[in-house]
């Protein structure tokens, strides 16, 4: 990081780059306020010295434009590296598998916002849609890995479907990934992702060389209910769970030739409608429709009409488990505001900005944990962030030096032992980025 941030000159001056993974370091700590870094004070024996409250605060103000690209194209550079690491593993590059099938290839991209609620004046802080006050961040997160790949901060009253904002976080997304795994790439998005400009910006990224496929959630319109009204009862078929076995208790069809509202949208947009019985918390807001029906319906719009080499890509109920399986992305929001993004520590945009690219990088740190030293660990190869803290980052261990070597003694009795040690054992051994 040291070789694209400004370096300090003099004694007692702190390199920029230190100063941002030192941060990141801290907040996979646990850290939650800049103040946090004298956590690492605590473990000078593996850290070194650390950078005080005051210099994270003037290296966070300090990053532009041109020092945020900069950062960009060094964390691509060791992204691809880990990548690399991560396909020559045993069970190879982590793809996704939806409804019992291996989507070998795609890499899957989810874009969400999400809401950092502030408690006091802080730039840019404004009243958001819920009612609440504070920031309204989009983000764009790798399905495939947990990443965080790129996340914009925006004011608390951005609008949820800005195209501006969907088409800026998907790029900066796609510039992180390594070329080679920009060929073959899959973007969900809920609700806010269904307008014109964002889904005809989607089909014009397709190329000789790269393949999008996209779908999105649709708000459902009269059009929409004429269309679901018309449909015959054998046009619905089972849903399917994500293990690929069959459920009746919710239905899937397909809406495409039925719905007036597609002539305005790109020729190849595909329409699927599913519905379920509704809960008692939806009961209050159903359409004339689905009190008459009993059942609450929702649409899914894509462009997929199939995937080569996955059978049954082109089925409406393999198709709404792929869209519904866009649903654990809400997983790694929740994971990234434990992460970091609970509070934004700082009254000024641009510190807050920097802590938030600490966030992400953290979010980055623990998920390249997770894929490389703790893959075939059940219990930890997806645990959340309080539990990887308690269960190996905050290690009930002591650290000695003798003899020029150091020595780490951990508690026999400690479950998580010989994870910590494999862990590790692993991790030193990977070859570093050049």
């Known amino acids: 990081m040291n070789k694209v941030l400004p370096r300090g000159a003099g004694p007692g001056w702190w390199d920029r780059g230190t100063v941002l993974v030192s941060l990141a370091v801290a907040i996979v700590l646990g850290a939650t306020s800049m103040s946090d870094i004298a956590l690492l ?223 305005g949208w790109t020729g190849t947009l595909r329409l699927l409608v599913r519905r379920v019985k509704p809960s008692a918390r939806h009961v209050k807001n159903l359409t004339e429709l689905e009190k008459r029906t009993g059942w609450r319906y929702q649409i899914v719009a894509t462009n997929i009409t199939r995937i080569a080499r996955v059978p049954g890509s082109h089925q409406p109920q393999w198709l709404d488990a792929l869209h519904r399986a866009h649903a654990g992305v809400e997983d790694q929001v929740r994971a990234g505001k434990a992460m970091g993004l609970r509070n934004l520590p700082s009254k000024t945009w641009t510190v807050n900005r920097g802590w938030v690219l600490a966030a992400n990088i953290a979010t980055d740190l623990t998920a390249w944990t997770r894929l490389l030293g703790l893959h075939d660990q059940p219990d930890l190869a997806h645990a959340e962030p309080d539990t990887l803290r308690y269960r190996l980052l905050h290690l009930p261990a002591k650290l000695a030096t003798h003899a020029r070597r150091r020595v780490l003694s951990i508690p026999e009795t400690w479950p998580w032992a010989d994870a910590f040690t494999l862990c590790w054992q692993r991790l030193t051994l990977l070859p570093p980025a050049t």
């Open 41 to 263: 004070a605590h473990q000078s024996v593996v850290f070194g010295d650390r950078p005080s409250e005051s210099t994270v605060r003037r290296a966070l103000a300090g990053l532009d434009e041109t020092a945020l690209k900069r950062i960009g194209t060094a964390r691509a550079k060791v992204r691809a590296h880990v990548w690399a690491l991560l396909a020559r593993r045993r069970q190879g590059f982590p793809w996704l598998s939806v409804a019992g099938k291996l989507l070998t290839g795609w890499v899957v991209i989810d874009l969400d916002a999400t809401l950092i609620t502030a408690h006091s004046d802080k730039q840019g802080a404004a009243a958001t849609f819920k009612k609440g006050y504070g920031f309204h961040p989009l983000g764009a997160w790798c399905a495939n890995t947990a990443e965080c790949l790129a996340m914009l901060l925006r004011p608390g009253n951005a609008g949820s479907n800005t195209v501006a904002d969907h088409i800026r976080v998907l790029g900066d997304a796609i510039a992180q990934l390594p070329a080679g795994y920009r060929r073959k790439l899959l973007i969900r998005v809920d609700g806010a992702g269904a307008t014109h400009e964002l889904l005809e910006h989607l089909e014009q990224m397709n190329r000789v060389w790269r393949s999008v496929k996209f779908t999105v959630g649709w708000t459902i319109t009269a059009a929409d209910e004429t269309a679901i009204a018309q449909l015959p009862a054998d046009a619905w078929t089972d849903s399917l769970h994500q293990d690929g076995t069959a459920t009746s208790d919710a239905h899937v069809a397909e809406l495409t030739g039925l719905n007036t509202r597609l002539a």
